[in-house]
């Protein structure tokens, strides 16, 4: 596993002189480790164009890429409540200890993504593949970071401002493997980490090099749809966006959380882990806890799927945010569609699959991305309602 560190600068008012002279890192292994690019934070939320790759930065991809052939690459990317440089938790929240650690005593394999991508048994014994890049991102703040950007919960500090800065790293990453790569890579990218990803394909140019993308597995997508439908749909590689109306993480804070910036029952506050996007040639939406989608499910040999948080130990798990990669039967799935070419959205569609998201007002949405206030006026106070259609506000 190729470990990528991305920590931002300091702290800034994004409307000072000083933020755009702020730069966030890209480091090897840990976030003291050697510096691989740095970033800027011209155009914050602006659609700008990814970053060129560095030497160090290609440097390191292609020695790891070097290092032996392989089926296919795996990007892995977090969400929400994640600190890999250990500044702001209390070191409990490095993902490289949960989502991206190996399985053994201090791990219980239901954390752990590596099983999944094929790195290791769920006993942690290696199967002597190098599939992945793990990108590990800053994705919290302290009290004192959040308030002084002018926001009224951590929650939108990452969304509004971590999660686009990230996206600068990830999209220079994904850049380089479009042009370098010779086997399909794949992005698995779990709750906020999936709006991550998709700013990361709003800096990346549609044409020939989508094609080196293999699929996006999203899992319980804290991304907006409007945002996700504008960045992913209509391109080369497919998305397979794995959702659930019990999502309570989803319902109480990625819903919630982004108002007034994403004004509460508007469509442009909709999530794709709960609504979806709408069904289109490269898109599924894939409802875990639609009424014919389990049965289809164990009648393809998946049995034991569920939205519902059935096994491992998670202290949250009542909440089923986690259950997407928790569960055994979630994970077989979710492993499969990672290896095999053939489980793709033609093999869904072919076999007539319940898609889609069951919502009244599902794919029903006028496309439209508000504006992100970078002023600590426009963030601490509402702004106008849009006026531009945004469809119905249930």
């Known amino acids: 596993m190729l470990k990528l560190v991305w920590t931002p600068g300091k702290v800034q008012v994004p409307a000072l002189p000083e933020y755009l002279q702020t730069q966030d890192s890209l480091t090897l292994n840990a976030s003291t480790g050697p510096l691989l690019q740095a970033f800027s934070r011209v155009g914050l939320n602006r659609m700008v164009p990814a970053p060129q790759p560095e030497p160090a930065l290609r440097a390191a991809l292609d020695a790891w890429l070097a290092i032996k052939a392989r089926p296919r690459i795996v990007i892995l990317v977090h969400g929400f409540s994640y600190d890999p440089s250990g500044r702001v938790g209390n070191g409990t929240d490095n993902p490289f200890n949960s989502v991206y650690g190996t399985p053994g005593p201090a791990l219980d394999y239901h954390n752990s993504w590596l ?210 990669y928790m569960n055994d039967g979630n994970r077989k799935l979710l492993s499969d569609l990672l290896a095999d070419p053939d489980k793709n959205i033609d093999w869904f569609r072919s076999n007539y699959f319940p898609e889609g998201i069951d919502a009244s007002y599902y794919g029903n949405f006028d496309p439209f991305i508000p504006e992100t206030p970078t002023s600590l006026d426009g963030r601490r106070y509402e702004p106008p309602l849009p006026t531009t259609n945004q469809g119905d506000a249930t």
């Open 115 to 324: 099983p999944i991508i094929g790195e290791c048994t769920d006993t942690g014994v290696s199967t002597g593949e190098d599939l992945a890049i793990a990108f590990a991102w800053t994705s919290e703040g302290s009290f004192s970071q959040f308030a002084n950007v002018g926001w009224n919960n951590p929650y939108q500090y990452a969304v509004f401002d971590l999660a686009p800065l990230a996206a600068r790293a990830l999209a220079t990453v994904i850049l380089y493997l479009q042009q370098s790569a010779n086997v399909p890579v794949h992005i698995f990218a779990h709750s906020l980490g999936t709006r991550a990803t998709s700013l990361a394909f709003r800096q990346l140019e549609r044409g020939p090099q989508d094609e080196q993308i293999g699929k996006l597995i999203l899992l319980g997508g804290a991304e907006y749809c409007v945002d996700a439908f504008a960045n992913l749909t209509g391109r080369a590689f497919q998305v397979l966006s794995v959702a659930s109306r019990i999502d309570r993480v989803l319902s109480m804070g990625g819903d919630e959380f982004g108002h007034p910036v994403r004004y509460n029952g508007t469509p442009a506050a909709r999530v794709i882990g709960r609504d979806g996007v709408k069904i289109l040639p490269n898109w599924l939406d894939i409802q875990l806890d639609h009424p014919g989608v389990v049965p289809w499910l164990a009648g393809q040999g998946y049995p034991n799927v569920s939205a519902g948080h059935v096994d491992g130990d998670h202290s949250l798990a009542w909440m089923n945010h986690w259950a997407y």
